[in-house]
């Protein structure tokens, strides 16, 4: 079984940059694919951006578009959320989570689809 866990989470000033980091542990999660969510205090945990397991195959949420990036590095165990032009509306947890046989790249992935998660890191963006 995979165990995720998420890093570099903090503070921000708005229009800053900041890296969020997922690693893997248990067992290779070369065959999952993975994706970022985030929670808002008192709002629904949204999807963020997923990339597929083996291509370069990526969706991001209109909201993000442009503004993050997201990676992996299948042979480190670790996947990567590289935001910048951070607003204030970004402030919420942030999750990563990998499932198998999740189809990246036709529309926003729903959470039911990725079935191991992390315990989130928080990333506040002041304005």
């Known amino acids: 079984q995979v165990h995720l866990g998420e890093s570099g989470g903090g503070l921000v000033q708005a229009g800053g940059s900041l890296r969020l980091s997922c690693a893997a542990s248990?067992?290779?999660?070369?065959?999952?694919?993975l994706a970022w969510f985030r929670q808002a205090p008192g709002k629904e945990r949204d999807f963020v951006a997923a990339?597929?397991?083996?291509?370069?195959?990526?969706y991001y949420a209109n909201s993000v578009k442009g503004r993050f990036t997201i990676s992996r590095d299948n042979a480190k165990n670790t996947g990567d959320l590289q935001m910048s032009s951070l607003k204030s509306e970004d402030t919420a947890v942030y999750y990563c989570?990998?499932?198998?046989?999740?189809?990246?790249?036709?529309?926003?992935?729903?959470?039911?689809?990725?079935?191991?998660w992390g315990q989130g890191t928080q990333v506040t963006v002041s304005s």
């Open positions: 989570a990998a499932g198998r046989n999740v189809r990246i790249g036709v529309t926003e992935n729903a959470r039911s689809e990725f079935d191991t």
């Open positions: 248990g067992r290779s999660f070369s065959n999952y694919a």
């Open positions: 990339i597929d397991w083996s291509t370069p195959r990526t």
